[in-house]
């Protein structure tokens, strides 16, 4: 099964509200990546973090991660319509060659 | 503009017939890697390659063929052993295949059966 799995698997929230999706994964990570991507396109790398860092901060964008849990997630601030994408995440499992992405999460941004 | 241009955006195949998705970079990048998308799924890997005339099988390799000819061109060639094909394809490349560093995607190819 995958690697990563987010939740929740659709959001729909109004402008300006924040939006959090979270990422859970199963095995040792040495990083994880966020990426996003709009309908028919292809994927947009967000932000990378670390296995030894907790939080990192992109323009409207927070990233948190939780080695203990396995878990990480995604903070956008004050949403803007544009926003509206799938996000995914993907780990670099100790013992894997690749990336594992998981399963994504559609994010829809009303005006 | 550096980046990853893949072609055709839409494509069409008849059955027993092999078809050929484009990929080119211009980002200098080592590694490129084969992508497939299937609704309300993520990513699955089909085959990548680290560096020029060397590739690998990633999780879903049967069915599929590819080259790395040139250092830019990492073309997917989809050969009509692959029974369901229908999906989205993503190209990507990254600086040298190491899983620190960020993936840069081309906008697919949606193929499907006639």
């Known amino acids: 099964s995958q690697q990563g799995e987010e939740d929740p698997q659709a959001l729909s929230i109004q402008e300006g509200e924040n939006a959090t999706m979270n990422c859970s994964y199963k095995?040792?990570?040495?990083?994880l990546q966020w990426y996003r991507q709009n309908s028919g396109r292809g994927l947009v790398h967000l932000i990378l973090i670390r296995s030894n860092e907790r939080e990192k901060h992109s323009g409207r964008l927070r990233v948190t991660l939780d080695t203990s849990k396995k878990s990480s997630s995604l903070l956008i601030t004050a949403s803007r319509a544009a926003d509206t994408a799938s996000y995914f995440c993907?780990?670099?499992?100790?013992?894997?060659?690749?990336?594992?992405f998981g399963t994504g999460t559609r994010l829809l941004v009303s005006p | 503009d550096g980046g990853i241009t893949q072609s055709p955006k839409y494509l069409f195949r008849k059955e027993g017939q092999n078809v050929t998705l484009s990929c080119e970079q211009n980002l200098n990048h080592d590694a490129m890697y084969w992508y497939r998308q299937d609704p309300g799924q993520g990513l699955r890997l089909i085959y990548y390659?680290?560096?020029?005339?060397?590739?690998q099988k990633g999780d879903i390799a049967e069915g599929y063929s590819v080259s790395r000819e040139k250092k830019e061109s990492f073309p997917l060639t989809v050969t009509s052993a692959q029974k369901n094909p229908t999906a989205f394809y993503l190209c990507?490349?990254?600086?040298?295949?190491?899983?620190?560093?960020?993936?840069?995607f081309g906008d697919g190819t949606r193929l499907s059966i006639l």
């Open positions: 990507a490349s990254s600086i040298q295949g190491q899983l620190n560093q960020p993936q840069h």
């Open positions: 390659s680290q560096i020029v005339n060397d590739f």
């Open positions: 993907a780990t670099d499992a100790r013992g894997f060659q690749k990336l594992v």
């Open positions: 095995t040792s990570i040495n990083n």
